[in-house]
């Protein structure tokens, strides 16, 4: 455990820990072995931001060979078993390894910021829930380079398509352990984020003073804690079915294939909270800064996002209306499914009243997150259309459903975290993105995505189903298929566009200055990008909107500063942690362990486990020991800050 946590990252005249066990102590500011060490919060976010938006043009990529192959009938681009594969990991990677991380990376940069903390709870337990996401991404992907191939089992998983006699390669084994892998990443960054946001709050910042993307971040975190036990208990049943021969879904032997998808949705239906949840806290912070007033009824959209939680875990068998329930079970969902619409029609509304009577500026992010709204709307009015059986009786498995949930995920999910890189682009790196290809990708992504997915609300109402990788000409299909074809290449040049814009402006973007947008939360007081240590003292917190506050009380705020302070430096500074190389060498044994047990290696797996014990413990033998931080007057580091604790 990293009890470097304990006293806020300061020293309070606290008796110095007992000696530590260190092998190797890295000191290195710059380079790579920086990077493969760092316990820094804003880094991990940063790397876990680079992560994901790989996976999402990798994501893409396979949407596009999907799109393509669709784009007129009888089209042999690919072969029925390619498109499995595409369709298989592209549903695995925007929703794992793109959409979650990115939300993760936001959560490990602003969360700390928000709330006037100088890191996370635990820092290197945070490392090590990014290496251990690198590890499972690995493993999730490996087979594209292996003769077994990709997975080709659909990212839904369903039982048998998973067991041994349907796949009896190991593509599908790599596929198992990789997404138990990313859930132990997933399960320890939410751990880290609910003790952060309820330990390290600075003085002042009740629970009801949270920004709504904090509060976001927890009730995100809670979902992850209490939903993943059940795709890991899947998980592992499925596993043991493929290697040692039980029965849990084999139904020739007694097992119930459907028992997987109760399980599955149970984790899955409150994993779309998870991906949509961070998307709300990230518009609640935009909407008022550019509307230039407090969000309308802070304390709604709080208890809403709460209710849109809870509910979460009552809706899962919604998605099961055609497995013959029963009507009991059937109606139970129907009206759980409409009554979680409630809370999220609420929160549309006071994000309105928060855009009425103010003065709006029209800048990237607030155009991206006009678009949220009015794409998550289409998508929410569809959802509600499922929480009717006999409608959804029709719309099942069709491809009515994947303009559903694509409108809410990348409509939703992804309009809103474009939103959130451009706003907090210049606090995170320090430069400013140009409104006029901002808003220029923007206006190719909106057309793009419109021309995409809403074709396919007509094609699923005829009667397409998905997951078809050709179709007859005679269908009443080609149309429309055309349509969304171009559509997702426009699409695709929206988000080339988008990146390119960012990688322009990274490297030789204006500078920005300081509060670029004119902010309301705490992060915007700082420099950009942040110091090391976030804040030169821990703020005191005096209202909702705290920087709104503090711009207009600076003479009291500039006297309170001063006094902390001087408190701080009697008592030796700020006190950071060091970096560490264990949280890696433990997700690296977590890989080679994963690799052993898929190829039925007994030597690799245990010499995995091995490591995987070994880089913990060592981990553990570091105990609380860090480095000291002075400052002068300016707030410039004075004093070699590996000076031992």
């Not at 089209?75 to 029925?80: Q, R």
């Not at 592209?90 to 910021?113: C, E, K, R, S």
């Not at 057309?447 to 109402?461: D, E, K």
Request: charged share 10%; glycine share 10%; proline share 5%.
């Amino acid at each position: 455990m990293d009890v470097t946590a304990k006293s806020h990252f300061t020293t309070h005249g606290e008796s110095a820990p007992a000696k530590s066990y260190v092998f190797w102590r890295p000191t290195a500011k710059t380079g790579l072995i920086s990077w493969l060490t760092t316990v820094d919060h804003k880094r991990i976010g940063f790397l876990y931001g680079l992560f994901a938006l790989f996976f999402f043009l990798v994501g893409g990529s396979e949407a596009l060979m999907i799109r393509l192959q669709l784009m007129v009938p009888n089209n042999n681009l690919l072969t029925a078993v390619q498109y499995n594969t595409m369709f298989t990991m592209h549903g695995t990677t925007m929703i794992f390894l793109a959409v979650m991380p990115l939300g993760a990376a936001f959560f490990n940069i602003i969360m700390p910021l928000q709330i006037g903390a100088r890191d996370v709870a635990f820092p290197r337990l945070n490392a090590f829930s990014l290496w251990t996401f690198a590890a499972g991404a690995i493993i999730v992907n490996i087979g594209w380079f292996l003769p077994d191939g990709p997975p080709i089992t659909s990212w839904v998983g369903y039982a048998p398509l998973t067991s041994k006699l349907y796949n009896p390669n190991h593509s599908t084994d790599f596929w198992i352990l990789g997404l138990q892998l990313l859930g132990v990443a997933s399960i320890a960054a939410a751990l880290n984020f609910i003790v952060t946001i309820i330990n390290l709050r600075a003085p002042g910042m009740t629970m009801m003073r949270l920004p709504v993307f904090t509060w976001m971040t927890l009730v995100t975190s809670f979902l992850i804690i209490l939903s993943f036990p059940a795709i890991t208990i899947a998980l592992v049943e499925v596993m043991m079915d493929r290697q040692f021969g039980t029965n849990f879904f084999e139904v020739s032997n007694g097992g119930m294939p459907i028992l997987w998808q109760h399980l599955f949705w149970i984790f899955g239906h409150p994993e779309v909270y998870i991906l949509i949840l961070p998307a709300m806290g990230i518009i609640s912070e935009i909407l008022p800064t550019f509307s230039r007033k407090p969000l309308f009824g802070y304390p709604i959209v709080v208890f809403s996002g709460a209710c849109i939680g809870f509910l979460g875990f009552t809706v899962w068998s919604h998605h099961m209306f055609t497995t013959g329930m029963g009507t009991v079970a059937t109606a139970a969902f129907s009206l759980a499914t409409m009554a979680i619409a409630v809370p999220t029609g609420v929160k549309i509304f006071n994000w309105i009243g928060t855009l009425w009577g103010g003065h709006l500026k029209m800048r990237t992010p607030m155009m991206f997150a006009l678009g949220f709204i009015w794409m998550f709307m289409i998508g929410g009015f569809s959802g509600v259309m499922h929480a009717a059986a006999p409608a959804d009786a029709q719309q099942q498995d069709s491809y009515f459903v994947i303009a559903h949930f694509h409108y809410v995920l990348i409509g939703g999910s992804i309009f809103a975290l474009l939103a959130g890189i451009h706003y907090w682009f210049p606090l995170v790196i320090g430069r400013q993105v140009s409104d006029f290809w901002g808003k220029l990708s923007f206006w190719v992504i909106f057309v793009g995505f419109n021309v995409t997915f809403f074709p396919m609300h007509f094609l699923g109402l005829n009667g397409m189903p998905r997951r078809t990788f050709t179709y007859d000409g005679n269908m009443g299909w080609n149309t429309a298929n055309y349509i969304a074809t171009i559509g997702a290449l426009i699409l695709g040049v929206g988000i080339g566009l988008y990146f390119a814009v960012m990688i322009y402006t990274f490297f030789k973007g204006e500078k920005a200055n300081r509060d670029h947008w004119d902010g309301r939360t705490l992060e915007w007081s700082l420099p950009n990008p942040p110091p090391e240590y976030n804040y030169r003292v821990i703020p005191t917190i005096h209202a909702r909107d705290a920087y709104w506050y503090e711009k207009h009380h600076r003479e009291e705020i500039a006297q309170e500063n001063a006094v902390h302070a001087q408190e701080d430096e009697a008592h030796g500074g700020i006190h950071m942690p060091y970096q560490s190389i264990y949280p890696l060498v433990a997700s690296c044994g977590a890989l080679l362990g994963g690799f052993g047990a898929c190829y039925h290696t007994l030597v690799v797996a245990l010499a995995g486990g091995l490591v995987l014990l070994s880089g913990i413990y060592l981990w553990a033998m570091e105990g609380a020991e860090g480095y000291h931080i002075h400052l002068d007057a300016e707030g410039r580091i004075v004093e070699d800050p590996h000076a031992k604790h």
